[in-house]
């Protein structure tokens, strides 16, 4: 069965250090990949999108990579700050019709 | 980048009545969606609004329970029909831009009672 997965835990981490999550999927072909934030009550905020040729892109404090071999992407944050807590979701683009399928989102937690 | 708003931000409804909710864009846009957030989940698509054709619905989700209307490039609604608890959630409008990247609305709570 088609499933994308990200840790439900929730990620705790130190102010300054680097947080990572994780998005893996299966029977999933994706043309490309966005990451997106979205605190409590509101709607999701784009950060980045990915392509499926594409191994890495950076944004300020983020990176984001694609391995479509291991069928996973990571999502990092650099020195990251307490501003940074929310729930992270991934989003797959599998076809023409330019659809979204979310993850169930990681919430992050940082403390200062 | 795209400019969302939705209305109403937040409604509580009685059942059995239906709800329009509103989305506006600032800018000229092909591609918009509708999804629906149920508490504690992720997103589901619900369905991809179309300019001047039928919406296309996911599976799941049919026309006569969540109506939608795109009647130009900046504006669509979606209508949930005929509620019952089980539609409480947060309702969703996004737009995809050229580059291929989805911005969200602010979203709609909707508490059936």
């Known amino acids: 069965s088609q499933k994308i997965e990200q840790n439900s835990e929730a990620l705790n981490i130190q102010e300054g250090k680097t947080a990572t999550l994780t998005c893996n999927y299966t029977?999933?072909?994706?043309?490309?990949l966005q990451w997106y934030r979205q605190d409590p009550g509101r709607g999701p905020v784009f950060l980045l999108l990915?392509?499926?040729?594409?191994k890495e892109k950076r944004k300020e404090r983020l990176k984001v990579t694609f391995d479509t071999t291991l069928k996973q992407s990571l999502f990092h944050i650099t020195a990251s700050q307490p501003a940074d807590s929310a729930t992270y979701l991934c989003?797959?683009?599998?076809?023409?019709?330019?659809?979204?399928?979310f993850g169930s989102g990681t919430r992050l937690l940082v403390r200062p | 980048s795209a400019v969302i708003s939705q209305k109403p931000s937040r409604d509580i409804c009685q059942r059995g009545t239906s709800l329009t909710i509103q989305c506006q864009v600032d800018s000229q846009v092909t591609m918009m969606f509708w999804y629906r957030q149920q508490p504690g989940q992720s997103l589901t698509l619900i369905a991809t609004a179309n300019q001047g054709s039928e919406a296309t619905y996911e599976s799941g989700f049919v026309i006569d329970k969540f109506p939608i209307s795109r009647p130009n490039l900046t504006f669509s609604t979606l209508t949930v029909s005929n509620m019952s608890p089980e539609d409480s959630s947060i309702y969703l409008c996004?737009?995809?831009?050229?580059?291929?990247?989805?911005?969200f609305g602010p979203g709609t709570r909707l508490t059936v009672t």
């Open positions: 989003a797959l683009g599998v076809d023409s019709s330019y659809k979204l399928i």
């Open positions: 990915i392509r499926e040729n594409e």
């Open positions: 996004s737009v995809m831009t050229g580059s291929g990247e989805q911005y």
């Open positions: 029977n999933y072909s994706p043309a490309y």
